[in-house]
């Protein structure tokens, strides 16, 4: 079964990146320009999601809606892997329970190997 990777960015050329990158390998991607909550998240019901810190328009931080996910009971036991510039990202993503971080501008041989690490 082919495992979805849901990508949460405001930044179009990254999303378009990120859907090159995973579709080349095999995975069915799903792409949001805008925030989610984890209830949104629970419906997609992604095996992985990669999530912005900081998207604009958007009420609420990549980590705090991390924080979301991984504190509702359908969504907790669905990776979650903060991408972000920000300098703090690795604090970020252990204060918000993220299974892991990228940090941008990102290696894509990294990426995809942490992304197949965790997937596996």
């Known amino acids: 079964m ?48 990669l999530l912005d810190v900081r998207i604009k328009g958007f009420s609420k931080t990549g980590d705090q809606i991390c924080n979301e996910i991984k504190t509702l009971a359908g969504t907790r036991n669905i990776p979650v892997i903060l991408v972000s510039a920000e300098l703090d990202v690795p604090s ?3 204060e918000s329970g993220a299974d892991g971080y990228i940090r941008k501008p990102f290696n894509i041989y990294q990426l995809v190997s942490q992304v197949k690490q965790i997937l596996n």
Do not use: C, M, Q, W
């Open 2 to 49: 082919t495992k979805r990777i849901l990508v949460i960015d405001d930044d179009e050329d990254i999303l378009s990146i990120f859907n090159i990158i995973f579709e080349d390998e095999g995975y069915e991607v799903i792409l949001s320009n805008t925030g989610t909550t984890a209830e949104e998240v629970l419906v997609i019901h992604p095996d992985l999601v």
């Open 92 to 94: 970020l993503a252990r």
